[in-house]
T-cell receptor, first 121, second 114 residues
Framework: SAVISQKPSRDICQRGTSLTIQCQVD?????MFWYRQQPGQSLTLIAT?????????ESGFVIDKFPISRPNLTFSTLTVSNMSPEDSSIYLC??????????????????FGPGTRLTVL | SQQGEEDPQALSIQEGENATMNCSYK?????LQWYRQNSGRGLVHLIL?????REKHSGRLRVTLDTSKKSSSLLITASRAADTASYFC??????????????FGTGTKLQVIP
């Protein structure tokens, strides 16, 4: 299994500022995923980050608002730019269980970080 | 979107009772997974059922999958107060890039009263 840590665990930010969230994995993974969970809601995929290439964004999410870095196989950052109160959410990073997925014909569980709880005033 | 719809949205039961949560989805899948989330924090994987499976057990968990009806259910037997959490189904499709694309359902908030 993969152990994932996120920094910060929570933050309170002012409107118009930006926050960078870090995600660290204890093993090398090809794909990392960033999700947003708005209050009382389910998880929505923001983007998929492959090391060495541009992140792939889901409909409704753009790189200017949520730039992502993926400098190596164990680390990624998500920046929430020019924040507004609507950005108040929990942001979670996730990875596939690469070995299980590879051995099981491409199917396996996802591991999630503990999340970053962001409040924008 | 093939986001799963779950019902009920909220469920309150007494400790020792069984809890059943249902998930419906819209398109074909490779597999379906259930996750638990405590107190709005990180998710914990509970069980995976493949599209060619109909039922799977893991401890006190029983999952069924009916691909013809595009629905799944999660049964927790002999519930405990520690089972209090939000439960999400997640439909999974293999992406052309080789990874799994996971889409989460709306979730069921379960409260188990001691």
């Amino acid at each position: 299994s993969a152990v994932i840590s996120q920094k910060p665990s929570r933050d309170i930010c002012q409107r118009g500022t930006s926050l960078t969230i870090q995600c660290q994995v204890d093993s090398q993974v090809t794909m990392m995923f960033w999700y947003r969970q708005q209050p009382g809601q389910s998880l929505t995929l923001i983007a998929t980050a492959n090391q060495g290439s541009e992140a792939t964004y889901e409909s409704g999410f753009v790189i200017d608002k949520f730039p992502i870095s993926r400098p190596n196989l164990t680390f990624s950052t998500l920046t929430v730019s020019n924040m507004s109160p609507e950005d108040s959410s929990i942001y979670l990073c996730s990875v596939e269980d690469h070995r299980t997925v590879r051995l099981a014909g491409g199917e396996g569980e996802q591991f999630f970080g503990p999340g970053t709880r962001l409040t924008v005033l | 979107s093939q986001q799963g719809e779950e019902d009920p949205q909220a469920l309150s039961i007494q400790e020792g009772e069984n809890a059943t949560m249902n998930c419906s989805y819209k398109t074909s899948i490779n597999n379906l997974q259930w996750y638990r989330q405590n107190s709005g924090r990180g998710l914990v994987h509970l069980i995976l059922i493949r599209s060619n499976e109909r039922e799977k057990h893991s401890g006190r968990l029983r999952v069924t999958l009916d691909t013809s009806k595009k629905s799944s259910s999660l049964l927790i037997t002999a519930s405990r107060a520690a089972d209090t959490a939000s439960y999400f189904c997640a439909t999974v499709l293999k992406h052309s890039g080789g990874y799994q694309k996971v889409t989460f359902g709306t979730g069921t908030k379960l409260q188990v009263i001691p």
